[in-house]
C-alpha cells in the first residue's frame, strides 16, 4: 500500500504535479484544518504570480435579463418563482453599458442571465457585433446557459470571445438533487466540450457548499476541472434564496471556498479565477481574502442601477457601493491596499497568448 500523506504533503505534490487522485482530494478536503493557511495561500499567490505577476482583471458583468426557462432549486430567478420581477435590457441599454464601462476602463463586458429564448440566436448575435464594432479592443464573454452548437457556433462567429457555464457539480447524484428532472449533467458538460471545440475560452465551476453537497462530490469537481482544463473557473459560496426550495438552506463557508479557491491556483497556475460576488456577499472582506488565496479576476456590476434588484440569484447579492463598477477607483484602492493593482487589458488566458492555435480569431 502506497504511503499516507500528510495533508501538508498532498498541496505538495499537487504544486509538484499539478494533479491528485480523487482519494487524494478526498483525503486533503477532510483534513484540511491540519494545513497551515497561511502557508497554502502563500503558496497559491506564488502559482498566481508566475503567470499575472500582481495583476487583477477586471470584466463589467451585465444581467442582460432574468427570465429563465429552468427551474434550478438554489436558484432565485428559477423559472417557478412567481415573485421574482422580471426584466429584460434591450440591445440599447445593453450598449450604454457598454459604453459606459468603456469609460472607465473595462475591456470585457461579461453579457450573463437566465435562459431566455426571447433572445433568440440571430438576436444575441446581433447584440455581440454592435459591441465588438463599437469596442474592438474588448473581449465579449456570454453566460446565458445550455443552448444548441449552432447558437454557439453563431455567437462565437459573431465575435464572442468567451463563455461561462459553470457544471455546478460533478456528481451525478448531486446534479439530480439541485436541478430539476429535464436537465442533466451530462449535457451541461457536453455543451462545455462543445463550447471549447468552437474556439472559446471556457469557464466552469460550482458552488461551495450546495446542498446535499459532500467531500467526495469536491473531490470530483477538482478531478473534473483538472481534465476540462477551463480558460476560467467561477466558484463561490452557496447562498440561500429566500422564495427557492433551499431557503432555510446554510450557506457555503468562507473557509471552504478559500481553501478552494488556493488548491485551485495551485492546480491550474494559469487559470483566470475570480473572487465572486457571492464572496464578496458572505464576508465584507471576501473578495480581497479571494485574492490574497490566489483569485485574480473581479467582476463588478455594469447593469442598468435599476435593474440590480431583480437579478437576485441569491439573498442579500451585493448591489451598491464597492460591487458597482462605476465606483471603479474605490475598487482600484481596495485592491491596492492588498498589494495587487487592476489593468484595463481583456485579460485573455494566457494559453490563447501563448498559443494562436488555441484561439485563432480572437487575438
Ligand atoms: N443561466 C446561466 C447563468 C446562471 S447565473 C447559466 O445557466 O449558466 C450564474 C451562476 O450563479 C450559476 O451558474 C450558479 O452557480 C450561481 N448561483 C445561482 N444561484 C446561486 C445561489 N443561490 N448561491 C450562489 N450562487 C448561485
Known amino acids: 500500500m502506497a504511503d499516507i500523506l500528510t495533508a501538508w504533503e498532498l498541496i505538495e505534490k499537487l504544486n509538484e504535479e499539478k494533479r491528485l487522485s480523487l482519494n487524494e482530494f478526498t483525503c486533503l478536503l477532510e483534513n484540511r484544518n491540519s494545513v497551515d493557511r497561511e502557508k497554502l495561500f502563500a503558496k497559491a499567490r506564488e502559482n498566481a504570480k508566475a503567470y499575472f505577476g500582481n495583476t487583477i482583471y477586471l470584466r463589467g458583468l451585465i444581467e442582460i435579463g432574468n427570465y429563465c426557462r429552468n427551474d434550478c432549486l438554489y436558484c432565485g430567478i428559477r ?9 429584460r435590457l434591450t440591445e440599447k441599454q445593453i450598449m450604454n453599458a457598454c459604453v459606459n464601462g468603456h469609460r472607465l476602463g473595462y475591456r470585457t463586458f461579461v453579457l450573463q ?22 469596442f474592438p479592443d474588448s473581449a465579449v464573454t456570454l453566460s446565458v446557459g445550455e443552448r444548441s452548437t449552432e447558437d454557439y457556433q453563431m455567437w462565437y462567429d459573431a465575435g464572442a470571445d468567451r463563455y461561462l457555464l459553470r457544471h455546478e457539480t460533478a456528481d451525478e447524484e448531486h446534479y439530480g438533487k439541485l436541478h430539476p428532472p429535464e436537465l442533466s449533467l451530462k449535457h451541461r458538460i457536453e455543451c462545455l466540450y462543445t463550447l471549447k471545440k468552437i474556439g472559446y475560452q471556457v469557464g466552469a465551476g460550482f458552488m461551495v457548499g450546495s446542498p446535499y453537497q459532500t467531500t467526495e462530490n469536491i473531490a470530483k469537481d477538482l478531478v473534473f476541472l483538472r481534465e476540462l482544463e477551463p480558460h476560467m473557473i467561477g466558484i463561490g459560496p452557496f ?37 465572486t460576488t457571492a464572496l464578496g456577499t458572505i464576508a465584507p472582506d471576501g473578495r480581497e481574502k479571494g485574492i490574497l488565496a490566489g483569485a485574480n479576476v473581479i467582476m463588478p456590476n455594469l447593469s442598468p442601477k435599476d435593474v440590480r434588484k431583480k437579478y437576485m440569484l441569491y439573498d442579500n447579492k451585493l448591489c451598491t457601493d464597492d460591487e458597482a463598477a462605476e465606483q471603479k477607483a474605490k475598487l482600484d484602492k481596495r485592491v491596492e491596499s492588498i498589494g495587487y493593482r487592476t489593468v484595463t487589458d481583456r485579460g485573455d488566458s494566457p494559453k490563447c497568448k501563448a498559443s494562436t492555435l488555441v484561439c485563432p480569431k480572437r487575438l
Do not use: Q
Not at 79 to 87: D, I, L, P, T, V
Open 113 to 134: 442571465g437566465g435562459e431566455d429564448l426571447y433572445f433568440t440566436a440571430g438576436k444575441l448575435a446581433d447584440i455581440i457585433k454592435s459591441i465588438k464594432e463599437a
Open 239 to 275: 447562498i440561500p434564496h429566500k422564495d427557492t426550495p433551499f431557503a432555510k438552506e446554510t450557506a457555503g463557508s468562507l473557509e471552504l471556498t478559500l481553501f478552494l479557491l488556493a488548491v485551485i491556483r495551485i492546480m491550474l497556475p494559469d487559470v483566470l479565477l475570480p473572487a
Open 79 to 87: 423559472r417557478s418563482n412567481c415573485k421574482a420581477e422580471r426584466y
